[in-house]
């Protein structure tokens, strides 16, 4: 039996499988705070015998398993989760091998293993909401560096019909600032799911996000882009980052049609939580 945790900043979702893949019981817990929130994760993964666990937590979070914030939660603006041993106190409770990585980098995994990419050797997970985060698979591995890619920070041309300034409290106009679903309120006061679908915004919203799959392909050149987060749940916006990918491309790099390359989540809010559980699998069978 495997536990698996997709750690977010709104709510957590507990679940086990079986050694078939089948989810056996899942849970949905608020993110309070940490004592909080654990006590409730604990009653749940409590009554099963667990071999081994996988977390996808939301970050930044400590991977340099030689630096003492191994693990934990670091510069968050969740207020009680800064600087949070989130990895050591379920260590504490269970001492079963435990994958630790970031909630889209499980998800880019459980798309790889189960979604939109299956069969690919390769991915990259965006994810579109209140923030925008990335997971990368490459060679059936979720990649790091000296710390878990930030693609959703990553610098992008300003629209030249968008004097909005930004919403990202670290960079103002970077791609989160520029794209996230606050920006579409924030531009407009109409809430994004209220947005009238030939509104100007949606333009200058696929120009964004277009520029950074552009930026993905030319650094990473993933077998296939998958997009999630609830911005996403717009089929016209869908196209016109296709359309606007293949325009700024240019022609200049060879990628499959736009079509097949950039693609709309196969596991539709399950990616996080069943990578957790495969690579708590992983984990199990590596050690």
């Known amino acids: 039996m495997y536990g698996g945790i997709e750690a977010g900043g709104t709510k957590f979702v507990c679940a086990v499988a079986n050694d078939q893949h089948e989810i056996m019981e899942k849970v949905s817990i608020p993110t309070t705070t940490p004592i909080e929130t654990l006590q409730q994760v604990f009653a749940f993964f409590d009554k099963f015998d667990l071999s081994a666990m996988g977390i996808g937590s939301f970050g930044p979070i400590g991977i340099d398993q030689t630096k003492d914030n191994y693990g934990y939660v670091l510069a968050t603006p969740k207020k009680g989760w800064a600087d949070f041993d989130f990895l050591g106190s379920v260590k504490a409770r269970y001492q079963i091998p435990i994958a630790w990585t970031t909630d889209v980098n499980a998800a880019a995994y459980g798309e790889l293993k189960k979604g939109a990419a ?93 520029q950074a799959l552009i930026n993905y392909t030319l650094t990473l050149a993933p077998e296939k882009i998958i997009l999630g987060g609830g911005v996403m749940n717009q089929d016209h916006l869908l196209q016109k980052i296709r359309q606007q990918f293949v325009e700024l491309m240019a022609g200049y790099m060879e990628v499959p049609e736009a079509s097949e390359y950039i693609v709309r989540w196969g596991l539709p809010n399950e990616s996080g939580i069943i990578g957790s559980l495969l690579l708590a699998e992983k984990e199990y069978r590596q050690k």
């Open 118 to 210: 299956q069969g690919k050797n390769s991915c990259i997970y965006l994810t579109v909401g209140t923030g925008i985060g990335a997971g990368v698979v490459l060679n059936q591995d979720i990649f790091s560096g000296i710390a878990h890619p930030e693609m959703g920070h990553i610098w992008v041309k300003r629209h030249p019909d968008d004097t909005y300034a930004g919403t990202c409290p670290y960079h103002g106009d970077c791609l989160e600032g520029l794209a996230a679903g606050p920006s579409l309120e924030a531009r407009t006061g109409i809430k994004g799911q209220d947005l009238p679908v030939d509104h100007p915004v949606w333009d200058i919203q696929a120009f964004y996000i277009a």
